[in-house]
C-alpha cells in the first residue's frame, strides 16, 4: 500500500468527524473579540488599522487557542483508532507502523493548514466590516497577512509534532491533554526568557510578541532571526517526529 493511499484512507476516518467544525472555534472567538474591542478605538484618520487588528487578534490565538484546538485535533484522529480495538486491527494488516502515524501526522498537519485559513478569512472578513464601518480606507494588506500567517504555521510545526508524539506515547487521552496544556500555559512565560528558543510551545506566540514589538517600536526589528531558531526548531522536529513514528503502536502491542 503506498502512502498516498494511507492518506486517503486516514482522511475518509477523519473528514466525517467533528473535527471540520472545530477548528471554526477559536478562529471565531479570538478574531471576532480583538476586532471589536480595537473598533471602538478607530477613526478614519487611523493608521495600520490592519497591523493593529492582526496583532490583536493573534496574540492570545498563537500563545493559547491554537495550540489548544491542536491538541484537541490529535487526540480526536488518534481516538479514531481506539475506537472498539481498531488500532490492534490495523496493526495486524502488512502495513508499516511508521507509514500510518506519519500519514496520520500529514492528516494533523492538514487540519492546522484549513484553521490557519478559516483564521485568515474570519480576520479579512471581520476586518473589512470594522474598516467599513468606521470609515477607514486603509487597503487590505495581502502580503503582510499571508506572511504572517505563513509563519505561524511553520512555527506551529515543532509543537504540534510534540503534541502528537505525546499522544502517541501515552494511551490515556487524558494523560496526553492534561501534559501538553501543561506544557502551552507556561509559553508566554518563556517567550520572555532567553530559553524560548528551546520551547516549541511558545514559538508562534514570540513571533506574533516580535510583531507586536515592531509595530509599537514604528518598524524597528524585534530581532527574530533565523539563527538560533532554525536549527533548533528543526532538531527538534526532527527528533520528535522520529520518536512518534517509531514508537506508534508500540503500546497497544504490548
Not at 492518506?7 to 473528514?15: H, P, Y
Not at 479514531?80 to 494488516?93: D, F
Request: net charge positive; glycine share 6%; hydrophobic share 55%.
Amino acid at each position: 500500500m503506498s502512502f498516498l493511499e494511507l492518506l486517503k484512507i486516514e482522511w475518509i476516518k477523519v473528514k466525517r468527524s467533528k473535527m471540520i467544525p472545530l477548528i471554526f472555534i477559536a478562529p471565531l472567538l479570538v478574531v471576532t473579540s480583538g476586532v471589536a474591542n480595537l473598533r471602538s478605538y478607530f477613526s478614519p484618520e487611523y493608521t495600520n488599522v490592519w497591523a493593529a487588528m492582526f496583532i490583536q487578534s493573534a496574540l492570545v490565538y498563537a500563545y493559547y487557542l491554537l495550540p489548544f484546538s491542536m491538541i484537541v485535533v490529535c487526540v480526536m484522529i488518534a481516538g479514531r483508532e481506539t475506537e472498539n480495538n481498531g488500532i490492534l486491527k490495523m496493526l495486524a494488516l502488512p502495513v508499516s507502523r511508521c507509514a500510518l502515524s506519519a500519514a496520520k501526522f500529514c492528516i494533523l498537519l492538514f487540519y492546522l493548514i484549513m484553521e490557519m485559513v478559516v483564521f485568515l478569512a474570519v480576520f479579512v472578513i471581520a476586518g473589512l466590516i470594522a474598516t467599513n464601518t468606521t470609515g477607514i480606507t486603509e487597503a487590505l494588506p495581502v502580503m503582510y497577512l499571508l506572511k504572517w500567517c505563513v509563519g505561524l504555521f511553520l512555527t506551529m510545526l515543532p509543537s504540534v509534532a510534540i503534541m502528537w508524539a505525546i499522544t502517541v506515547l501515552f494511551e490515556k487521552p487524558l494523560l496526553s491533554v492534561g501534559l501538553n496544556l501543561l506544557l502551552v500555559i507556561p509559553g508566554v512565560f518563556v517567550a520572555n526568557t532567553p530559553l524560548w528558543v528551546v520551547y516549541p510551545y511558545c514559538y508562534s506566540g514570540y513571533l506574533v510578541s516580535c510583531s507586536l514589538h515592531d509595530f509599537t517600536a514604528g518598524g524597528v526589528s524585534a530581532g527574530f532571526h533565523p539563527f538560533p531558531f532554525l536549527p533548533c526548531a528543526v532538531l527538534i522536529f526532527a527528533l520528535v517526529f522520529t520518536v512518534a513514528v517509531t514508537r506508534f503502536g508500540k503500546k497497544e502491542m504490548r
